[in-house]
């Protein structure tokens, strides 16, 4: 059983650029979750998606977006990159209302 | 709404020695309360999780009782390994399927021998 790989694992971005993180779902489960985790801080909810579909939303400005595939991967888009955005990107996947599995994270220098 | 607000670390303990890290709780319904752990360069791993009122969560030692009297979900450990040492987060969730964590800021533990 594979768990949630997520890539790249860093990446340095310049302020105003778009970036994208991808992140594979644990064989089996159907629902993925973002989080962004800033230095010293707890995760905090981006947004989740089933099947597809955007299933809840954190407080976090539309140049936050996200798909998910078939497949069930997912990946967060990111535009207009700002300094604040730089932090350790966590997806968790999950059957819907089971338990989750975290992956180790993509982290994100906006410069 | 919901939130959760833990005992601000670093927190450093010599090997055997008795850990406790406060976690006290907000919200709005009947959540379930869990403990992630963070290894360095890692993600989160759930340790030990409750979802009713005076639940006991235990695994590898830790445990916490939900109290929902003082909307409290304590980590305890009797005596603690250098292994242990990593940052420790309590989360809620909106009854057993809410679609979202709401994390403390962490809590990092290191364990001296």
């Known amino acids: 059983e594979t768990g949630v790989t997520q890539s790249p694992t860093h990446l340095i971005k310049t302020r105003g650029q778009q970036v994208t993180l991808r992140c594979s779902s644990q064989s089996g489960h159907n629902t993925v979750s973002w989080y962004q985790q800033a230095l010293g801080q707890g995760p905090q909810f981006i947004f989740q998606?089933?099947?597809?579909?955007?299933?809840g939303r954190g407080n976090f400005p539309p140049r936050f977006s996200g798909l998910q595939f078939p497949n069930y991967s997912s990946e967060l888009n990111v535009n207009a990159l700002e300094l604040d955005d730089s932090a350790l990107y966590l997806c968790?996947?999950?059957?819907?209302?089971?338990?989750?599995?975290f992956g180790s994270g993509t982290r994100l220098t906006v410069v | 709404g919901n939130s959760v607000t833990q005992m601000e670390g670093p927190v450093t303990l010599s090997e055997e020695a008795f850990l406790t890290i406060n976690c006290t709780y907000t919200a709005t319904g009947y959540p379930s309360l869990f403990w992630y752990v963070q290894y360095p360069g890692e993600g989160l791993q759930l340790l030990l999780k409750a979802t009713k009122a005076d639940d006991k969560g235990s695994n590898k030692g830790f445990e916490a009782t939900y109290r929902k009297e003082t909307t409290s979900f304590h980590l305890e450990k009797g005596s603690v390994q250098v292994s242990d040492s990593a940052v420790y987060f309590c989360?809620?969730?909106?009854?057993?399927?809410?679609?979202?964590?709401?994390f403390g800021t962490g809590t990092s533990l290191t364990v001296i021998p």
């Open positions: 998606y089933y099947r597809e579909e955007e299933n």
């Open positions: 989360a809620l969730r909106e009854g057993d399927t809410g679609n979202q964590f709401y």
């Open positions: 968790a996947s999950s059957q819907r209302g089971g338990g989750y599995t």
